[in-house]
């Protein structure tokens, strides 16, 4: 079975400070993975898939099948981007297309 | 209505009482799941439906049930609340019912079983 693996529950860090919040994943098969983002207040979206290859906000994060790892990554944290972050893989099938989701890293942005 | 919507935004509920979580999307997506946010724990997949007609079930079904009577709703019930299942619900759709497609998600609902 599929496993998604978030080791920080919180991270702090000043303004303009890089962060790194850490996934790691299991998975016999070739993962698709997702981080999700929940600001204060509103409902969960997603913030990257990494299919895309994008940076959005200024975060990117890559797969490293070797290490089974999905890292998101901002080399400048900004108070905006405190949130609770969820990293997710997707076991696709012919039919269904269920997330599997991290335990969630809170991220905290101190001015 | 757009995006999707969940009723009731809260509740507080007496333990064996029945409950139903309602979750409505009005952008014609085929694929609807019911997940849970526990702290520590994530989201945890309930029940899914791939399309109208067919329901399956998640990581975490007991105590659970759903249908799918048609495309826009896909409501969760508790047929026996109990305190374990003190959570926040969260409903999702997703465009397909294949390949690794966004999942949207609703609002929750903070249910409380005392």
């Known amino acids: 079975a599929q496993r998604v693996t978030q080791p920080e529950k919180l991270l702090s860090v000043f303004k303009g400070a890089p962060v790194e919040l850490k996934c790691n994943y299991s998975?016999?098969?070739?993962?698709?993975l997702f981080w999700y983002v929940q600001y204060s207040r509103q409902r969960l979206q997603l913030l990257l898939r990494?299919?895309s290859r994008e940076s959005i906000k200024g975060f990117t994060a890559d797969l490293n099948k070797g290490e089974t790892s999905f890292h998101l990554k901002k080399p400048f944290a900004q108070e905006e981007d405190s949130a609770m972050y969820y990293c997710?893989?997707?076991?696709?099938?012919?039919?269904?297309?269920?997330?599997?989701f991290g335990g969630g890293t809170r991220v905290l942005v101190k001015p | 209505i757009a995006g999707i919507t969940q009723a009731p935004t809260s509740q507080i509920l007496a333990a064996g009482r029945r409950m139903t979580l309602r979750c409505t999307q009005d952008?014609?997506?085929?694929?609807m799941y019911w997940y849970r946010q526990d702290l520590g724990l994530g989201l945890r997949l309930i029940h899914y439906?791939?399309?109208?007609?067919?329901?399956g079930k998640g990581e975490v079904p007991d105590g659970y049930s759903v249908s799918r009577a048609n495309t826009d709703d896909f409501p969760l019930t508790l047929a026996s609340a109990v305190p374990s299942q003190t959570s926040v619900y969260f409903c999702?759709?997703?465009?397909?019912?294949?390949?690794?497609?966004?999942?949207?998600f609703g609002p929750g609902t903070r249910l409380t079983v005392l």
């Open positions: 990494h299919i």
């Open positions: 999702a759709s997703s465009g397909s019912s294949g390949g690794a497609n966004e999942q949207f």
């Open positions: 998975y016999s098969g070739s993962p698709e």
């Open positions: 439906s791939n399309t109208a007609g067919t329901t």
């Open positions: 997710a893989l997707s076991e696709v099938k012919a039919a269904g297309n269920k997330l599997t």
């Open positions: 952008m014609r997506h085929n694929a």
